[in-house]
């Protein structure tokens, strides 16, 4: 494919332009020689009609029937070459980030943009000294969450191939490299291509819990796992440089994981997903520290004729040959006068024997493990070792200190009505989930408190609750009080839903010791934080009164404190976004976060929030930089807490290189926002009555259209939802309930159909509505200073702006004239929804075209949207089709699920 593909370029991006060109070329040859040189004639002939297409403004009828009536597989064939183009494009644009980061740090006069290095700068100018910056240091957190909703569903064997991929293109900045030496990165990539082709993208059966855990685990333990101590590395370095400040770092970062946990609408989840998860996670970081432990003993080679080693050394290095006698016999005689090696060579066999939770020689915490990191690290340092091997140790160590014996923190969540059933059992009190909060919240006192405990039942939600708390107690003393996170509410709406845990908590035996009486398990705590998630934008209205009841509540307050005076929020931003648009989704959870802190400054409290964003701007996600700046002051406070998931995971962490500079700006952000958060403006007050206006018209103009009468069938044939509701994306349903209407449908399949249809409402619906009202009721220059002024307002409009332009109307239409006679009525309100969308947008922006501001994204939607055009105007013809013959031909779905692929990996953001 590579001669006639458009070469528009921005400056610096001449070697990306090189990247695209050979993998376009060899692309291109592995298509003739597994389809056939017919059949790249002809992915090439629909390429140059695409391109002709948007070039021209031509209709989109016209390449719609090029692509009418092809045979299945010919179809199938088609989507996937398009894909195999989309995946080389999104290779070679995420190595030429690492080479831009290289080119920064080569060049060495400005630093990169949001990296640490640029952080600590802008800080310094604002005033920040080393002893204010070294306070919040001690405060910071920032753990990512890694969710199991993969809308992009990416085999772990095309990862690999993936990777191979970026290896040989990275090896290829070497100027010194010979052509045999590139000849042969050819023949890797062209071997990867070939044997991707060759490979199904998912498997034909849905994945399990497990798989999902295989799928993240695959991230968290290979390139997080490997960078995470060069994250601190680039932040000593940077204050080195900045302040000349060299101090040891305190703990920043941690991970955790909802897979495995996540009971929500989940059935597939529970105590035996949990216990397996908490094990397979300890298996990963067992075997990574193995494997590290051994390449330490064979680089820490030092003999006692040549180098002392502290007294501290020798007497752990006899203990152990006395401990562990077996392993001690293993070693071999040459070896004997190596301390270090002999000592590792013995902690290597301690871990071995910690897989095996019985085993009496394993280590029993890993704080034993890193004590012995410690005594080897300094004993180095002591006797002139600092280069000799100190350095990798503490490597070792730093990820020790991250990972501990658990990998990642295990989060759990339940919908809260799940409790009630099982609470409305226990009590016997088949009326339970009518009754009021204040009723409910007297009778769950004496429980949550553990002065009384319920009897064992034999319902069948009480039992899976109490298994799981059981299994969560047995977590905590195998796996480490660090291996459980937070326990997560879904639907919570009264401080009954917050005490319904700690009650059900205590029956499943959380914080009652078997060995504890009646009365000292009274006094004992629920070692548990508790979130409550408020997912809708009502539910959002309504958090602080539910929060300041729970506060206002003695027991509660008595376990708050003995969880260190911080309540955790989770905020939802998917399920707010689908039940009232964007605008008013993200006004509520801005709202909620200022007077959920007002109210937890009141009462003495620590505030954080967990952020449960998606990957597609529909679901909150966001640039992080710009999202944590316009938030809340005070909202970060050091502290970052959110979801990861879907085609995010794989675009941040999935290269070693990116995935460290993702951390970098992530570090950097919650700095920027904790340290110098955005200044006091007097105008604020003035928005935020404006904004409430917006918001509420907003929604108005979001629900007429949703609630409008048949819109869920519009919604089920003007998308290909039953589509992907076949794809075997995930092991939990896309419905939570039996579909009524759009709010039993979850947040993802919703996002992810209306993208594949091209029109992505919700990522816009009723913003155009807002602002024209706007307008006319405050005036446009009113407006148009709150687009520029305010940090808030301007990342909103951002963020809609990006995914107005990646919407094609045209295409759109064509998804909804399968619709029928739905289609009139409902797309008239779209499109006009749209250009007004567009039309107030850029007025307000003082811009002539969409992305104007952003060059780079623009030019990466341009180039991208010939491509992703002829898959999705396939895909309309394979539904129209597949449905036609009552959605029973395997072969159809299997081209359509190709169709959908392509276009993810085409738009990016899926759902």
Request: proline residues 4%; hydrophobic residues 40%; glycine residues 6%.
């Amino acid at each position: 494919m590579p001669e006639t593909r458009e070469t528009e370029s921005l400056p610096h991006d001449g070697p990306l332009h090189e990247d695209v060109n050979r993998l376009g070329t060899l692309v291109g040859l592995m298509l003739a020689e597994q389809g056939g040189e017919a059949f790249y004639q002809r992915v090439e002939s629909v390429r140059q009609a695409a391109i002709r297409r948007r070039r021209e403004g031509n209709s989109v009828v016209a390449l719609a029937d090029t692509l009418a009536g092809l045979q299945a597989d010919d179809a199938e064939a088609l989507a996937r070459a398009f894909a195999s183009y989309f995946q080389a494009v999104n290779i070679a644009e995420r190595v030429h980030r690492i080479r831009r980061r290289r080119e920064y740090q080569r060049d060495g006069t400005f630093p990169q943009p949001e990296s640490l290095l640029d952080v600590l700068t802008h800080l310094k100018e604002q005033g920040v000294n080393a002893d204010e910056l070294l306070e919040w240091l001690d405060r910071l957190r920032v753990e990512p969450v890694f969710t199991a909703h993969p809308t992009e569903a990416v085999r772990r064997s095309l990862l690999e191939k993936e990777q191979a991929i970026v290896r040989a293109l990275v090896d290829n900045f070497d100027p010194t490299r010979t052509p045999q030496e590139r000849h042969e990165d050819d023949d890797r990539i062209y071997m990867a291509l070939s044997s991707g082709w060759q490979t199904a993208e998912a498997s034909p059966v849905s994945p399990t819990v497990q798989d999902e855990h295989h799928h993240v685990g695959f991230y968290l333990a290979n390139p997080i796992y490997r960078i995470v101590p060069a994250l601190y590395e680039s932040l000593a370095q940077a204050l080195k440089t900045i302040y000349d400040v060299a101090v040891p770092l305190p703990q920043l970062l941690s991970f955790a994981t909802w897979v495995g946990g996540d009971m929500d609408g989940n059935p597939n989840v529970g105590a035996a997903t949990i216990g397996a998860s908490l094990a397979t996670q300890r298996a990963h970081v067992l075997e990574h520290y193995v494997e590290d432990i051994s390449t330490l003993a064979r680089l820490l080679s030092q003999t006692d004729q040549r180098v002392h080693v502290d007294e501290a050394l020798s007497q752990r290095l006899a203990d152990y040959r006395q401990r562990f006698p077996k392993a001690a016999a293993s070693i071999r005689p040459r070896h004997a006068d190596m301390p270090y090696r002999c000592l590792l060579t013995l902690m290597g066999a301690r871990l071995r024997a910690t897989e095996d939770d019985v085993h009496l020689e394993g280590y029993t915490s890993v704080d034993e493990l890193q004590d012995d990191l410690e005594i080897i690290a300094r004993s180095l340092v002591d006797h002139h070792g600092v280069h000799a091997g100190a350095y990798a140790v503490k490597r070792l160590i730093r990820r020790v200190r991250t990972f501990g014996f658990h990998l990642a923190r295990l989060d759990v969540r339940q919908d809260s009505r799940v409790h009630d059933e099982a609470l409305s059992a226990l009590f016997s009190d088949p009326d339970w989930l009518s009754r009021d909060v204040a009723d409910r919240v007297e009778r769950l006192q004496p429980f949550a408190s553990g002065e009384r405990a319920f009897a064992m039942s034999g319902d069948a939600n009480a039992k899976t609750l109490h298994d799981v708390f059981a299994t969560l107690h047995d977590a905590r003393t195998r796996y480490g009080t660090d291996a459980i996170g937070l326990y997560i509410i879904s639907m919570a709406r009264s401080a009954a839903d917050v005490l319904a845990v700690l009650a059900l908590a205590r029956y499943g035996g959380l914080g009652h010791s078997p060995q504890a009486d009646q009365e000292a398990n009274a006094e004992s705590v629920v070692p548990l934080d508790i979130a409550p998630l408020f997912e809708t934008v009502d539910d959002l209205k309504n958090a602080p009164a539910t929060l300041r009841a729970l506060l206002d509540d003695p027991l509660y307050r008595q376990h708050l404190s003995a969880r260190g005076n911080r309540q955790w929020v989770m905020l939802g931003y998917s399920d707010s976004g689908k039940d009232a648009g964007t605008l008013a989704s993200r006004w509520g959870l801005q709202r909620a976060q200022v007077e959920l802190l007002e109210l937890a400054q009141a009462a003495g409290i620590r505030l954080a929030f967990f952020h449960g964003r998606g990957g597609s701007a529909s679901r909150g996600g966001a640039r992080i930089t710009p999202a944590l700046m316009s938030s809340p002051r005070g909202s970060v406070a050091g502290v970052l807490r959110v979801t990861e998931q879907g085609e995010v995971i794989h675009r941040k962490y999935g290269i070693r290189a990116l995935a460290l500079r993702n951390l970098e700006q992530t570090v950097g952000a919650v700095l920027r926002a904790s340290l110098r958060p955005r200044e006091t403006e007097q105008r604020e007050e003035q928005w935020v009555q404006m904004m409430e206006q917006l918001s509420v018209n907003s929604r108005k103009a979001y629900r007429q259209l949703v609630d409008r009468e048949h819109f869920v069938d519009y919604f089920r044939t003007a998308t290909p939802i039953d589509v992907i509701e076949r794809m075997t994306l995930g092991s939990r349903p896309a419905s939570r309930r039996s579909m009524r209407g759009v709010q039993d449908l979850r947040a993802i399949p919703w996002v992810f159909a209306w993208t594949q249809c091209r029109s992505i409402i919700t990522g816009w619906y009723g913003l155009g509505s807002a602002l024209e009202y706007g307008v006319a009721e405050f005036g446009e220059d009113a407006l148009g200073e709150m687009a520029r002024d305010w940090p808030f307002f301007a990342n909103l409009l951002d963020d809609v702006e990006m995914v107005l332009a990646k919407c094609d109307l045209d295409i759109a239409e064509a998804f909804s004239k399968l619709a029928g006679p739905l289609h009139e009525p409902f797309f008239a309100l779209i499109r006009g929804e749209f250009e007004r969308t567009c039309y107030w947008l850029l007025k307000l922006k003082r811009s002539d075209q969409l992305l104007q501001g952003d060059p780079r994204l623009a030019l990466s939607i341009r180039l991208r949207n010939p491509y992703v055009d002829p898959m999705s105007l396939l895909q309309v013809d394979l539904l129209r089709r597949w449905r036609d013959g009552g959605a029973t031909d395997d072969s159809l779905l299997a081209a359509l699920v190709a169709c959908v692929n392509g276009v993810s990996q085409g738009l990016q953001n899926t759902g």
